[in-house]
């Protein structure tokens, strides 16, 4: 479905003299896409040409497929639209009059007066430049669990699994840059790139009995207990201070209040 609706736009594109280049980013620029994968189109055009191909995007559109949904973003630079058949789809316009693209993540569908050129790759920056970022990340990660006697003193219950996907959020990103693995799709991919023992680490945590202060605690524990595990061996591999200070003195607060609270800790303190 996606590559005949590329093809459709491809052609429309083709004999609209407003438009200089087509080229896809994301998955299909790649070349890793699948069947749930969304479509981002960029589109080159004129500066004279940009004001009346934005007022006309929605027809345009329309007429290859109709639409469901048409949102205009980031004061016009993009669009974002959904089709009756459920296509998801992104078009970023651009009036630059070369466009530089990284040839690793680029798929050119139009390029009528070779306005694209490449740029090298960037350079993977080296541990001495990620260090500092791990290590705050680590160190917010600690912050946000140690909210854990706030939300469950208080019964906030939908705020304490709120808080879980923050940390799931943090801890995910952290394994994946201090282990050097490339997330090359796009954000709703994500268990292919971790390792399976993390992966299965972290669905065990998040799989929550009910929503009850004990399960509620457990999860984040288990969580802590994850970046206990790998937090040390990622600042080792990249030269910096693992927190233990802070580690310490979040779990023995938090400890100390889940008991006040007669909330149950797990079988193993972390």
């Known amino acids: 479905m996606q590559e005949a609706y590329i ?36 589109v080159l055009l004129a500066e004279a040409d940009l ?27 993009m669009v974002n639209a959904l089709t009756h058949h ?15 693209l990284d ?13 694209i050129e490449f ?12 260090g500092p970022t791990l290590e705050r990340q680590t160190t917010e990660l600690w912050r946000c669990i140690a909210l854990l006697p ?6 906030e219950l939908i705020t304490g699994w709120m808080g879980l996907t923050v940390e799931t959020t943090i801890l995910t990103d952290i394994i994946l840059t201090g282990y050097g693995i490339v997330r ?18 972290i669905e065990s945590a998040l799989s929550l009995q009910d929503l009850s202060p004990g399960s509620l605690a457990k999860a984040h524990l288990d969580l802590a207990r994850i970046v206990q595990q790998h937090g040390r061996r990622i600042a080792e591999k990249h030269d910096y201070t693992y927190p233990r200070e ?25």
């Open 7 to 42: 093809k459709a736009i491809t052609t429309k594109a083709t004999a609209d003299d407003r438009i200089k280049a087509v080229w896809l980013e994301g998955s299909f620029g790649r070349g890793n896409p699948d069947r749930y994968s969304d479509l981002d189109f960029h």
């Open 246 to 270: 802070l580690e310490e003195a979040v779990l023995r607060y938090v400890f100390d209040e889940l008991a006040l609270l007669n909330v149950p800790q797990g079988e193993d303190r972390v």
């Open 150 to 155: 706030s939300v469950v003193g208080r019964n």
């Open 184 to 201: 090359d799709r796009g954000v709703k991919n994500l268990n292919q790139f971790l390792p399976v023992d993390i992966r299965q680490a």
């Open 103 to 115: 040839p690793s993540k680029t798929r050119i569908l139009i390029n009528k007066g070779n306005d």
């Open 86 to 100: 459920g296509l998801r789809i992104d078009i970023w316009l651009h009036t630059e009059l070369t466009a530089a």
């Open 51 to 77: 004001h009346g191909f934005k007022a006309d995007l929605e027809a345009w559109l329309s007429s290859i497929q109709r639409l469901v949904l048409f949102n205009v973003l980031f004061g016009g630079k």
């Open 119 to 130: 740029v090298p790759a960037p350079r993977a920056a080296g541990s001495s430049a990620i």
